[in-house]
């Protein structure tokens, strides 16, 4: 079974501030990892993955990750936090176990984001 | 081009009814999901569509809520006997293919409160 646990249920930082969401995962077979970001009344959207190969990830609008396999972590950071990227954040893992390749997520319980001015 | 898109964006019913809750996907897309996201929480997991069939619905939590897509497209979510638990926000996403390497995109939701 996989699991994923976000430390932080809310965090709050300043505007131009590093941005640092924890993630660390659970699973019996090498993961997939996933961010993905919800803003109010919109849809998940995917802020970035790992699947294979370098462990440092970039994604979209700043953010990156690293997968570190040691730790079972794969951390959200972000240099400078902007206003916009208030939203809530999750990380998720899937996998290929057992040789079904359906991608199914399991999502953790999500960090909310705030940012001040 | 078009996201993928749930119907009713809200829903309200009484304990104890039927309920029926849709997803249109991205044309094109093969794979289907429905999760489920209760308050203050990450979404769950529910079912999995490949083209037609359902080739993972153990996330389906009783025999209660079922799930069909006839056309390979159009997905709908099926509850009976409805109760105050069942109340959430329920997601659908599509790729073009199953697989954790092919990204999922998500609709909206569906928000449905059982009074």
């Known amino acids: 079974a996989q699991s994923v646990t976000q430390l932080g249920s809310h965090v709050s930082v300043s505007e131009g501030a590093l941005v640092l969401l924890r993630c660390n995962y659970s699973s019996s077979v090498p993961p997939y990892l996933f961010w993905y970001v919800q803003y109010p009344n919109q849809g998940l959207q995917l802020l970035l993955k790992y699947t294979t190969g370098a462990t440092l990830v970039k994604g979209i609008n700043g953010f990156e990750a690293e997968f570190k396999k040691s730790e079972t972590s794969f951390h959200l950071t972000k240099p400078s936090a902007h206003m916009s990227d208030a939203a809530e954040y999750f990380c998720?893992?899937?996998?290929?176990?057992?040789?079904?390749?359906?991608?199914?997520?399991?999502f953790g319980q999500g960090t909310i984001l705030t940012v001040h001015p | 081009g078009a996201g993928v898109s749930q119907t009713p964006s809200n829903k309200v019913t009484e304990k104890g009814k039927y309920v029926e809750l849709r997803c249109d996907p991205i044309s094109g897309h093969t794979a289907l999901y429905w999760y489920r996201q209760s308050l203050g929480q990450g979404p769950e997991f529910l079912i999995y569509?490949?083209?037609?069939?359902?080739?993972?619905d153990s996330g389906l939590p009783n025999d209660r809520f079922f799930a069909v897509r006839p056309e390979g497209s159009v997905s709908t979510l099926k509850i009976q006997r409805t109760e105050r638990g069942d109340s959430a926000v329920y997601l659908c996403a599509s790729s073009l293919e199953a697989g954790p390497t092919y990204e999922q995109y998500f609709g909206p939701g569906t928000r449905l409160t059982v009074t």
């Open positions: 998720a893992v899937s996998s290929n176990a057992g040789g079904t390749s359906y991608g199914k997520l399991t």
């Open positions: 569509f490949q083209g037609t069939g359902a080739a993972d």
